[in-house]
């Protein structure tokens, strides 16, 4: 039985690609979730998984050693699926250090815990081994608006914001890993995605719940910034891909051609929900394109991202499979389906911090 040892896997993506892995593999495998539980960690995404066998949850922080060490001590891990990472420029903008620390010395920890335990002793290791590093698009910086230029996995890195400088940091970590210690591990840069469980900071879960609470639509300066976005199922396809098919030591560039520019998401997801309330529903009335509101624009705001699929595709025959249009009327039908999901998250803490990062913008 194969086990993973993913790493926040309680946020966005992890619970996505735990739930994914469980649906594949069923009692196959063996998943051990090691998550902190900041503010982005919910266990309540994993609600459904928590009473299996083959699931354990780990409250520990990627940066302490000991705890670290512990989990490789006592259980064979022969993957790690490192999610773990702050996730949020305009956070990182506030407080670069905690991006520092989490996602640049928290990768060291987990890679020199990976090292130790599955060393051989004489300069190789456990066969079979895989650490996969999840990564992010934005370390190869931003992109004119010509539509023709794209990152490739050649491209060189040219991070802006302490995000994606952090990100760019643990992702030259992990090479340095494979190039000095011949390391087993791959890196996948992805371009943003969006799907269920999505937490309501970033652009797509935001304007939904503000949508639908009748709340403005905070779009950043003109609006035409550019995002490559990825249903998150599709990335959750690409990194198992790449952990059983992919060639050791290599990076994947993982994205679908979806660019959309900001504006254009939001009368998006306008238009769908309008769609999709019945014209019983009190709400539907105050979803309109009059909640756009232009703000002041994110610092260092970089203009375009786009992924180039070509080596994925290539290499390992992986496409996405939902379309851009399907994608948000899932992501929307799982909003309304949970909406206590978002109350939950809503109720606390988030109101302050939006309080705080929009509440001089408008
Ligand atoms: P998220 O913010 O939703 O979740 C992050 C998870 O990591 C949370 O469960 C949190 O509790 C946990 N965590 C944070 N600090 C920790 C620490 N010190 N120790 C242990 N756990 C900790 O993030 P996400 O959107 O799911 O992104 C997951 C990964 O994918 C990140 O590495 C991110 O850089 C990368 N990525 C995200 C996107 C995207 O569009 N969201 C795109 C490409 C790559
Ligand atoms: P975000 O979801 O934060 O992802 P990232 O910055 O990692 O790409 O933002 C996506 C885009 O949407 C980005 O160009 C910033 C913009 N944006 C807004 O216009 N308004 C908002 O309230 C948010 C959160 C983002």
Known sequence: MTTYLVTGGCGFIGSNFIHYMFGKYGDEIRIINLDALTYAGNPENLEDVAGRSNYTFVKADITDKEAVRKVFAENSIDRVVHFAAESHVDRSIVEPELFVKT???????????????????????????????????????SLPEDNTSFFYETTPYAPHSPYSASKAGSDLLVKAYMDTYKFPANITNCSNNYGPYQFPE???????????????????????????????????????????????????????H?????????QTIIDVLREELPDTDPRKAKVTYDLITYVADRKGHDRRYAIAPDKIKKELGWEPETMFREGIRKTIAWYFDHMDWMEHITSGDYMKYYEKMYGDRD
């Open 258 to 266: 979806n660019e959309k520019q900001n504006i254009e998401i939001v």
């Open 202 to 256: 970033k652009l797509i879960p935001l304007m939904i719940n503000n949508a639908l609470n009748g709340r403005s639509l905070p779009v950043y300066g003109d609006g035409k910034n550019v995002r490559d976005w990825l249903y998150v199922e599709d990335h959750c396809r690409a990194i198992d891909l790449v952990i059983e098919k992919g060639r050791l030591f290599e990076t994947y560039n993982v994205g679908g």
């Open 103 to 141: 996602n640049v010395l928290g990768t060291a920890n987990m890679l020199n815990c990976a090292k130790e335990a599955w060393d051989n002793g004489d300069g190789t290791f456990h066969e079979g081994r895989r650490f996969l590093h999840v990564s992010t698009d934005e370390v190869y910086g």
